[in-house]
């Protein structure tokens, strides 16, 4: 199988550099759980239950704490979106060209993803100005793939380097999630929210001739009537976080058969890989994919480390986990995403 894969890896792209930037105010899990129980009239007992239960000891944010108090409109908090996201993104972008050896005029096509603020002109139009790429880059702002966005970027820098295979393309993700705080919203899905998700920004240059982990195969699954599982609910105070408690079953029924399907269809078996990279949507999630694909405890352990350390970085996390993940050479890797819609994003890679 490997050999097949050879012949077929000139046409696809290599993943030359990957930058992950964190925001400078981080905390422990305690300290934003009491700070949280300050704005909300969450009770504390509870929020503290759910917050433990996600797993996250330690979360990077955009704001000191006691500076949520003064969001007090969705206006605002965009504001500061756009200020944050883009000094992020640029730190992020610049790390991850140097890292790839690659000077930002020689950057061809530029995906820029984010679901946690808005910005006209998009904001791969001010980070293109910013880092000095040229003028006539080809730009593709994504928004609303949610935490799927990281690995649904990459392939869509597989699909334009397939074309392009000798030209560069770099991907950005920014999520500033800690933003879309509501701190009217005391239903358990905020809840479980306050207590998961963090703020961080993550780049990635690829090329289609190069050195560096090449992908091989990728795949997009959208399931239909799942709308109701992942989403943001928009009113005049900004996004209200949709998920529902099915969530996690819907998972456990789905995604292993179709992450089998996918290696099969490239020849492979989920015990002939051997890195995963894997998104950290959460403990269940983690253990779910473990557990349905006959995986060894330590598989994900990137994953859970970064779930830990960062909390969930929605589209962010899943290339901090490539950041920080070291293929076995000479072995297939599968690195995996999930996000609204509901969906999954897969990607086939090679060291």
């Not at 999520?175 to 479980?192: A, F, K, P, Y």
Request: charged share 20%.
């Amino acid at each position: 199988m490997l050999a097949r894969h050879s012949q077929r890896q000139k046409r696809y792209m290599h993943i030359s550099g990957v930058q992950t930037v964190l925001p400078d105010y981080r905390y422990a899990q305690a300290e934003i759980t009491e700070a949280f129980s300050r704005l909300t009239e969450a009770d504390h007992d509870q929020l503290e239950r759910f917050h433990e239960a996600t797993g996250v000891q330690y979360r990077n944010l955009v704001l000191p704490l006691d500076d949520y108090a003064k969001l007090d409109s969705f206006g605002r908090a965009n504001d500061i979106y756009l200020e944050i996201a883009l000094d992020l993104g640029e730190r992020a972008l610049r790390g991850a060209l140097d890292k790839a050896g690659v000077s930002p005029r020689r950057v061809d096509h530029l995906v820029f993803c984010s679901t946690t603020g808005l910005a006209t002109p998009s904001m791969d139009a001010r980070l293109l100005q910013r880092v000095g790429l040229r003028p006539d880059v080809k730009r593709v702002p994504m928004f609303g793939l949610g935490c799927a966005a990281g690995a649904s970027g990459l392939s869509r820098l597989n699909d334009y380097l397939r074309g392009w295979p000798d030209q560069v393309a770099a991907l950005v993700c920014v999520e500033l999630c800690s933003l879309t705080i509501q701190r009217d919203d005391t239903s358990i899905s905020n809840l479980v929210a306050s207590g998961l998700f963090g703020d961080g920004a993550a780049a990635v240059v690829a090329v289609g001739r190069g050195q560096g982990p090449e992908v091989v195969a990728t795949r997009s699954r959208l399931y239909s009537g799942t709308e109701h599982l992942m989403g943001w609910q928009v009113s005049e105070r900004g996004f209200h976080l949709i998920l529902d408690a099915e969530l996690t079953g819907f998972v456990e029924k789905v995604l292993a058969g179709d992450i089998r399907t996918f290696l099969a269809d490239n020849g492979l078996t989920p015990e002939q890989v051997g890195t995963w990279i894997c998104h950290p949507g959460g403990p269940k999630v983690i253990d779910k994919i473990v557990e349905r694909l006959g995986l060894e405890p330590s598989a994900l352990e990137v994953t859970r480390r970064s779930l830990r350390e960062h909390g969930n970085m929605s589209s962010v996390s899943v290339l901090h986990v490539l950041q920080e993940t070291r293929g076995r050479p000479g072995q297939p890797a599968v690195l995996l995403a999930l996000g609204p819609g509901f969906s999954a994003e897969l990607l086939l890679l090679h060291w």
